[in-house]
Nanobody, 126 residues
Framework: QVQLVESGGGLVQAGGSLRLSCAAS????????MAWFRQAPGKEREFVAA??????????ADSVKGRFSISRLSTPTKNTVYLRMNNLKPDDTAVYYC?????????????????WGQGTQVTVSS
C-alpha cells in the first residue's frame, strides 16, 4: 500500500522549534523526490521545501530559507522525510503536507506531485 503519514505537528511559541516527520511506505517512494507544502487558513497551499532522491539536492521557499531544513532517511523498505523548523513565526501557522514526486524533480509546483499525506497542524503563537 502506498501511503504518506505525517507527524510532529503541534503548538509552539514564536521562536521555538518543531520537527515534522513523514513516513512513506511503498516501493514507489524509493526513487521519488519528497517535499513539504503548507496551507494557512484562507490561503492557497504553498511550497515549503523539497529533496531529490538522486543526489539529495534540496530546494526551499524564500520565506523559510535559513530557518527550515529538509532531510530524508531511506532504507530498502521505508522512506522517512523530516522538516526541521527553527525560529518559528506566527506566519508559519498552517497545515503541513508531505508529498512525493515520482519523477524526482523536486519541483516547487504542486501539480508535479503524485502522492500526498493527510497533513499535520502547526500552530505558532505570538
Amino acid at each position: 500500500q502506498v501511503q504518506l503519514v505525517e507527524s510532529g505537528g503541534g503548538l509552539v511559541q514564536a521562536g521555538g522549534s518543531l520537527r515534522l516527520s513523514c513516513a512513506a511506505s511503498g516501493r514507489t517512494f524509493n526513487s521519488a523526490a519528497m517535499a513539504w507544502f503548507r496551507q494557512a487558513p484562507g490561503k492557497e497551499r504553498e511550497f515549503v521545501a523539497a529533496i531529490r532522491w538522486s543526489g539529495g539536492s534540496t530546494n526551499y521557499a524564500d520565506s523559510v530559507k535559513g530557518r527550515f531544513s529538509i532531510s530524508r532517511l531511506s532504507t530498502p523498505t521505508k522512506n522517512t522525510v523530516y522538516l526541521r523548523m527553527n525560529n518559528l513565526k506566527p506566519d508559519d501557522t498552517a497545515v503541513y503536507y508531505c508529498a512525493a514526486d515520482t519523477t524526482d524533480s523536486a519541483s516547487m509546483t504542486e501539480a508535479e506531485y503524485d502522492y500526498w499525506g493527510q497533513g499535520t497542524q502547526v500552530t505558532v503563537s505570538s
